[in-house]
């Protein structure tokens, strides 16, 4: 059945059932026109011809003042958030099982608690009781903290509607279940429903939110990636179970710096801060052996100190093997081909480690050549100096390129005692008057200079 046509005035807008030569409204004449539909398509599948309301439109330079924060005094979470909590925020969290989020994130909520802001804390996979645990045991229960647990959104949402806090945690979206999609609690239609409603209530109401997320076996968070693109900022909480430090990184921050990172150590207290990182991921090194080689590195404005370790052993199988812990493994199969190819240094036959020292994971294409010295170095069997340290980025014709902030590289090694550093040409390092900086052009001429080889 043909729908019938709608009319609208041009000059104030006003709809009309039929056409007539003058506006009743405006008293335009001739301004009258049918209307057209916003899109065509199949009926109850498009827009159709009705019309909504018009938006109001701003140039650039329309100011506004940024949002105002609150900072937890933890400074290594404030850091990583961009220099604290912004108001009606959606923050999601993800990380291994037992990895701390929950201890983290009720560390955090007292903070925020204590400096006034009107926290809660639900929890779908612990009871109450749980929950009071752990805070007794992390020393927390003078805190100002409301807590809850429950998986119903309907009750969250109308809850925090009525508390209006400023603060709602939820650990975690998993286990979230709207009543009215028919699926189960987890599935992706529920986690994306959860995580939807949860987001616009945030927006709606002026309320942070921050979400815990589970991880696949991947270490991605868990669900549809459109949760991800739904909040303003995602964290990921990393480190290895064996290691006492704990890493919370940044990917995606719509208020501050990605790939900005806090660092923290896992005590019996709960986590605490660790205001100088590079200190405490060389705190274990001993004396300089072959294979070992400490990396100059930049995590979001902080330079970053850490020891790359590389093993280098002939195989016993047919096909040797490649293992790497914290960084790429396929970045670390290009810098063998370019060794073999650019340098003449075959690695065919040998089996090939290397880790990352204390639990840290490396991104940057800067440690390149701190990882080809630390082949070197295994291979040949030949320490580097102790006081030294390298960076730089590696290209496929095997020439260096510099790495951005050599400079604030420079300082951080300096500020720890080391005296000398290996570097592409062209790094701008005007504040590292006190160290002795050897600037390469190609890989060939670092084999050369620091192993005698080429």
Known sequence: ??????????????????????????????????????????????????????????????????????QSTMGELDRVLGGGLVPASAILVGGDPGIGKSTLLLQAAAQFARQGLKTIYVSGEEASAQVRMRASRLGLTDAPVQLAAETNLRNILTTLESEAPGLAIIDSIQTMWLDTVDSAPGSVSQVRAAAHELTTFAKRKGVSVILV????????????????HMVDTVLYFEGERGHQFRILRAVKNRFGPADEIGVFEMTGAGLAEVTNPSALFLSERGEPSPGSVVFAGIEGTRPVLCELQALVAPSPHAQARRTVVGWDGGRLAMILAVLEARCGIPFAGLDVYLNVAGGM??????????VAAALLSAREDSALPADTVVFGEISLSGAL??????????????????????????????????????????????????????
């Open 401 to 454: 390129r510099p790495a951005p902030q050599t400079e604030n590289r420079l300082k951080e090694a300096q500020k720890l005692g080391f005296t000398s550093a290996i570097a592409p040409k062209g790094g701008k390092a005007l504040g590292a008057s006190g160290m002795a900086l050897q600037q390469m052009s190609d890989l060939t001429g670092f084999v050369g200079e620091v192993f005698g080889a080429g």
């Open 361 to 370: 994971k490396i991104n940057e294409p800067a440690a390149d050549l701190a």
């Open 213 to 228: 997320g589970h991880v696949t076996k991947e270490g991605q968070i868990a669900g549809p990636r459109v949760v991800e």
């Open 1 to 70: 059945m043909a729908k019938n046509p709608s009319f609208s005035c041009a000059s104030c807008g006003t709809s009309f059932t039929k056409w007539s030569g003058r506006c009743d409204s405006c008293g335009e004449w001739n301004t009258i026109t049918e209307d057209k539909g916003l899109s065509t398509g199949p009926s109850g599948k498009s827009l159709g011809a009705k019309r909504g309301s018009a938006i109001t439109l701003s140039d650039l330079r329309a100011e506004e003042t940024p949002p105002p924060r609150t």
